[in-house]
């Protein structure tokens, strides 16, 4: 039995006429009488009952034409959801991200991406960057948006897609709160609040190396595991911390201080890391949004990998 032969017998069964049935399906009445005696020969059923004007279905026939109706449907169904995934129009995407890429517009990226694919099922699942990497290697997430970058590793692919400065957290009461800027040595004396250094790669890798650059290593009074914590233990008094600026111009109000930090400038690099021989359309469409936000362009696994 073949596809052809289920809707040859929908078109009988709805049209109970041969002659109609044929102009609907463009054929000739001929070959679609004998594709309907075929069908009936190796169902060993008949299923219409020719001799009566117009074409009656028996009751074999009318239960097969329900069924032949439900799966033509599925599959017509089946057919369209398979386009839209190849599409990137609908399935499913997992995305891991640091929380600082909250503030540097994943949120817009998001949004963006909802309107433009409103039935890809989004799966979003806040992170270390180290725990980026190993859920890309599980396979539990499909790209990560990672802050600082993750070290090259052969079969990920890694793009840049910003750098903006770092600012020192500062509580209100701190004397240097009223300051335009700030060198980082300033804050030699001062307890720091910074996230665990391990597992590595983490931002405070970054921020200590900044600091030893300028003459100091830090002394950390308390690690945090979210920014929001960070800020709110500075608010507190506990200590100093340094914060992407992204994150500065959204936490206003909160008793602290956001004080830019005098050149030789610290940067926090924000990247979008993903698995290169899995480029799905989905994700494709991901990067064509983000596109429109910052500099990255769709390209070929290769491409994006060098």
């Known amino acids: 039995m073949e596809l052809r032969h289920l809707r040859y017998f929908v078109a009988i069964g709805e049209e109970l006429n041969f002659t109609r049935a044929a102009e609907r399906l463009h054929i000739a009445q001929p070959p679609l009488s004998q594709q309907i005696r075929q069908l009936e020969e190796e169902l060993g059923v008949t299923l219409l009952q020719r001799n009566s004007r117009p074409v009656r279905l028996t009751e074999a026939g009318e239960l097969f034409l329900t069924r032949a109706r439900t799966l033509l449907q599925s599959l017509e169904a089946a057919v369209a959801d398979v386009r839209r995934i190849g599409r990137g129009q609908a399935g499913k995407l997992a995305v891991g991200f640091v929380g600082s890429a909250m503030f540097a517009g994943l949120p817009d990226i998001i949004g963006a991406y909802r309107d433009a694919c409103p039935d890809v099922e989004l799966v979003l699942d806040e992170m270390l960057a180290a725990d980026i990497a190993e859920a890309l290697r599980r396979r539990q997430i499909d790209v990560g948006f990672a802050r600082p970058p993750l070290p090259p590793e052969p079969g990920f692919a890694q793009r840049l897609i ?63 595991l979210h920014l929001q914590t960070a800020i709110g233990l500075v608010a507190a008094s506990v200590g100093v911390s340094l914060v992407p600026q992204g994150a500065a111009r959204a936490q206003t109000g909160r008793g602290v201080a956001y004080v830019p930090l005098a050149a030789p400038t610290v940067m926090a690099p924000l990247t979008i890391i993903w698995r290169e021989e899995d480029v799905s359309p989905a994700l494709r469409r991901l990067f064509a949004i983000a596109a429109r936000w910052r500099d990255i362009v769709p390209a070929p696994a290769a491409e994006l990998a060098r």
């Open 162 to 224: 910003l750098e903006e400065p770092y600012v020192a957290a500062l509580p209100r009461a701190h004397p240097l709160a009223a300051r335009s800027e700030i060198a980082l040595a300033k804050l030699s004396d001062d307890a720091f609040v910074l996230y665990p250094a391990q597992p590595e790669p983490s931002v405070t890798a970054l921020i200590v190396a900044a600091c030893q650059a300028a003459g100091f290593t830090p002394r950390i009074a308390q690690e945090v």
